[in-house]
């Protein structure tokens, strides 16, 4: 019995205890080594994001660039189509997560819950962790007073040694100028520095002398001075504070370096300059006389004729604003506007444009603006179809001002030129040429005022954003205007 007991099955055979201390320490090895591998792995950001299919994105929100986030509808933000544009160059689906401010957007990069943040943002100084990506848009700080509150100040020395309460925004870095002036004075003095969350919020502050003076991006201060025509620049502050987008800490940069790739790749085409002249191209076409003249006629004016406009407009499915805008380039909304040539009424329109559209009175505002709603719509029939939105509409507005001729003439000096005869962009460069003579002698049509319709354009342009900005409405989240119909960049 004792030696059948010495002779038990392998299977059951006892370890010898030096080989099960053997494997008990190659066990521990290979744990260590597990552990220290991952506490230098460094995750990569893309992987994450393709592994979910989804590009999670924190957005901030800015009333004035109208943030939608059902993408199904498209959308009109700049960077909102460039965001698009990269989840489907990744094969991943945009997810949005709209946030009120930076600092929102900065809790979850540092949570990980999104893969990157944007919405005007600059490279914060009170959040260093955070991981720098792409430069998106070079913009300018600027110190901006309130007419009537206060007056402008000739140096940033000046402004510390009076002292002055100044609004910021968490969008924004302190500007380095400010900060570096600071430094030269050694203290602040008597400078009180106070945030707000947005532009609206801080002109808010400032128009009610709660801050003396406000430190604006360009971009702000060109849109909220269409509103806010006391707004008053005081000082140039950065001469660039460039618009980033930002990742979260701790990844590698294998998604930021897929976001630069992307943004090279529009920007070594034309995509990325013809997204950028779609949405700011027009913002600096008026100066400040303008912009005070434009309010003050929609104070005084636009009410009167509002009915109509939207009347007409729903009846060709057009945007009131729209047709607003083109009556207030053509006649500062006054129909009994008569112009040295003879063309008059609120679309003013020539005698032998009324009579094509059987327009009896040209006085009349109604028959004025539906005729000139069907003219533009004529003129968007007939221009060739290889030309697509929004360029069809400047197009069109363009024919409406100078002939559908001559903008014809225009695109094939374009295209001979080298330029695209689809893109506004580039036939509003040709078209001043209809006015030398040894351009227009190569033409059909012949002589024309060529600069004339490139100027009423961007006017249209202008007002049309102008009143979308002050007249906003729910269908603006599905991209109705007809000068904001963009679609999604991809490569």
Same mark, same amino acid.
């Given at each position: ?35 220290? /591998?991952?506490?230098? $792995? ?25 943030? +939608? ?55 914060? &100084?009170?959040?260093? @962790? ?11 700080? &600027? ?6 509150? @206060?007056?402008? +100040?000739?140096?940033?020395? *000046? ?5 002055? =309460? ?53 971009? !702000? ?25 930002? #990742? ?15 943004? *090279? ?14 949405? #700011? ?16 006629? +929609? ?10 406009? *939207? ?8 945007? /009131? ?8 380039? !053509?006649?500062?909304?006054?129909? @009994? ?6 063309? =008059? ?26 005729? @000139? ?50 893109? /506004? ?40 954003? /102008? ?16 000068? $904001? ?7």
């Amino acid at each position: 019995m004792i030696n059948g007991l010495m002779h038990w099955p392998p299977r059951l055979r006892p370890k010898n205890t030096l080989a099960r201390r053997i494997e008990i320490g190659v066990f521990a090895l290979l744990l260590l080594a597990i552990v220290v /591998w991952a506490w230098h $792995y460094t995750p990569s950001g893309l992987n994450l994001a393709l592994f979910k299919q989804e590009l999670h994105v924190a957005l901030v929100s800015h009333p004035h660039d109208h943030t +939608v986030t059902d993408l199904s509808n498209g959308s009109d933000q700049f960077e909102l189509v460039l965001l698009t544009g990269l989840a489907e160059s990744l094969g991943a689906r945009l997810r949005v997560h709209p946030v009120s401010g930076p600092q929102e957007a900065y809790r979850l990069l540092r949570a990980r819950r999104v893969d990157l943040a944007a919405g005007m943002l600059t490279a914060p &100084r009170d959040d260093p @962790g955070l991981t720098v990506g792409p430069e998106i848009l070079p913009i300018q700080k &600027r110190l901006v007073h309130w007419h009537g509150n @206060g007056r402008g +100040v000739g140096s940033l020395e *000046e402004l510390l040694q009076q002292g002055a =309460r100044i609004g910021v925004t968490s969008i924004l870095a302190l500007p380095e100028a400010l900060t570096a002036a600071q430094e030269r004075a050694g203290t602040w003095s008597d400078v009180e520095l106070i945030q707000y969350a947005d532009g609206p919020d801080l002109v808010a502050a400032l128009r009610a002398g709660h801050v003396d003076y406000a430190v604006l991006t360009s971009i !702000e201060l060109n849109r909220l001075q269409r509103v806010y025509t006391a707004l008053r620049p005081s000082l140039e502050l950065d001469a660039s504070a460039p618009v980033v987008w930002l #990742f979260p800490p701790g990844l590698d940069r294998s998604l930021i370096d897929s976001a630069h790739d992307y943004l *090279e790749a529009l920007r070594a085409g034309r995509a990325f300059e013809l997204l950028f002249d779609r949405h #700011f191209g027009h913002l600096e076409v008026h100066d400040l006389v303008d912009v005070i003249s434009f309010n003050r006629l +929609v104070q005084e004016r636009l009410d009167t004729w509002r009915p109509v406009f *939207e009347e007409i407009a729903l009846e060709h499915g057009l945007d /009131w604003r729209f047709l607003a805008a083109v009556s207030y380039q !053509e006649s500062l909304w006054d129909p @009994g506007a008569v112009s040295p040539t003879g063309v =008059r009424g609120l679309m003013m329109l020539t005698t032998a444009t009324a009579q094509s559209l059987g327009v009896s009175d040209r006085t009349d505002p109604r028959q004025s603006v539906e005729g @000139g709603a069907r003219y533009v719509l004529q003129m968007l029939e007939r221009l060739p179809e290889a030309i697509s939105e929004p360029d069809r509409t400047w197009m069109a507005l363009a024919s409406y001002n100078v002939g559908l001729g001559h903008l014809l003439d225009a695109r094939i000096l374009t295209e001979n030129g080298g330029g695209d005869p689809n893109l /506004w962009l580039d036939v509003m460069n040709w078209l001043p040429r209809l006015a030398q003579r040894e351009w227009y002698q190569q033409t059909r049509y012949g002589y024309a005022r060529g600069w004339e319709p490139v100027t009423y354009v961007q006017n249209i342009r202008s007002y049309y954003d /102008w009143l979308v900005q002050l007249f906003p409405e729910p269908g603006d989240q599905n991209g109705r205007g007809p000068l $904001y119909l963009s679609v999604p960049l991809s490569l």
